[in-house]
DNA sequence: TAAGTGTGTGAGTGCACACTTACAAACTAG
DNA sequence: CTAGTTTGTAAGTGTGCACTCACACACTTA
């Protein structure tokens, strides 16, 4: 039955972005994305073409986790101004990632860029999230660079795990980000 | 000779941020720093308890090298005011991360917080350029917090390759932001 | 019922790599 | 000169993991 292999690769893509959250890429063996998601490891890598050709579906799968939740806080907007717009962009995207698989993802694809299809996947992804909030927001270049920047920012909050800091750097570091 | 030792341990440090940056720690072979420090593996496992000790000590040299920069750059701000030195100490590092060695190995750093040990050599890196940069150019935390955030943007338009995307988001994201 | 097709796995295979050990050459100290 | 220390390596060892293959069950279709 087709629906059925569909049906497995929806489960596997999301015990993957897990998995790959938390471990990375090279640190990761398909044998836990196949354990998490209850099936055989030798059927993951019938489902898709290797490691890399399911990570980088699990990168397509993130992204459009990430754009869907934009997309539908921009709708949640108070207001239609770009800032307005932008602030509810950035509500829906930091509740999102509460459980942090999401940007765990993120922030383990970009360190393996130097994989050529990976480095695709993540311009794809951003490309897609960028240029939804440029045109939906109608904000400025800067308005946008500002917006991925402190999104950036929270990559290394979450990672470095400051918000359990208290000291002023951290708390400096960590000003007005909703925490977890 | 202990002098000659100490040597080695610098000459392999440096060969490691190299090499851990391009690859990352889990797809980083010890050969593949021995090969580039001219030395033998074994020879690295004497110097540095284990892969993870060797990743540590590069951690260490890195955000070194990162402070000093910052340091030095904050001597050559053209005024005291907080705005003056903060752009004197984001000129040095925009310059400093030229040959991306830095800025990529920040990135596999922060990749692999899910180790302890490597998830303490971050925080201790970003204590020490934070707290300084929060001190010496007298900033506000919102200040800082900019600061940071604009750097961290740095890291995802390096892995990703925006320089060499022309398209209008990529645009917005690279703007003002010093290409190498 | 028989043949075909899609879903699924157990049991390998081969290789890369972290780490060790045994050994050797150079230098130093007494 | 010799005994000891330091610098260095070649050659393993064991393990984990990406990927394959032969095989089996279920379900459809003729």
């Known amino acids: 039955m087709r629906s059925t292999a569909e049906a497995r690769r929806v489960t596997?893509?999301?015990?993957a972005v897990s998995?790959?959250?938390?471990?990375?890429f090279h640190a990761t063996p398909v044998t836990a994305v196949a354990a998490a998601a209850g099936i055989s490891e030798a059927y993951v890598f019938r489902l898709f073409s290797g490691k890399l050709g399911l990570f980088v579906a699990?990168?397509?799968?993130?992204?459009?986790?990430?754009a869907a939740a934009i997309e539908a806080g921009a709708e949640q907007a108070t207001g239609?101004?770009?800032?307005?717009?932008?602030?509810?962009?950035?509500?829906?995207?930091?509740?999102?990632?509460a459980d942090r698989d999401l940007l765990l993802f993120q922030v383990?694809?970009?360190?393996?860029?130097?994989?050529?299809?990976?480095?695709e996947a993540v311009r794809a992804g951003y490309?897609?999230?960028?240029?939804?909030?440029?045109?939906?927001a109608g904000a400025t270049d800067a308005q946008v660079q500002q917006f991925?920047?402190?999104?950036?920012?929270?990559?290394?909050?979450?990672?470095?795990g400051l918000e359990q800091v208290?000291?002023?750097w951290a708390r400096a570091l960590t000003a007005g980000i909703r925490h977890p």
Not at 110 to 117: G, L, M, R, S, Y
Request: proline content about 4%; some cysteine.
């Open 12 to 15: 596997v893509l999301n015990a």
């Open 19 to 24: 998995a790959f959250a938390r471990t990375g």
């Open 58 to 66: 699990a990168a397509g799968a993130c992204f459009d986790r990430i």
């Open 80 to 97: 239609s101004s770009p800032e307005e717009v932008l602030d509810a962009m950035g509500a829906a995207y930091a509740e999102l990632i």
């Open 108 to 119: 383990q694809a970009q360190a393996v860029t130097d994989i050529p299809e990976i480095a």
């Open 127 to 136: 490309r897609r999230v960028a240029t939804f909030v440029q045109d939906r």
């Open 148 to 160: 991925f920047a402190y999104g950036q920012l929270c990559h290394l909050i979450v990672t470095a």
């Open 166 to 168: 208290s000291e002023p």
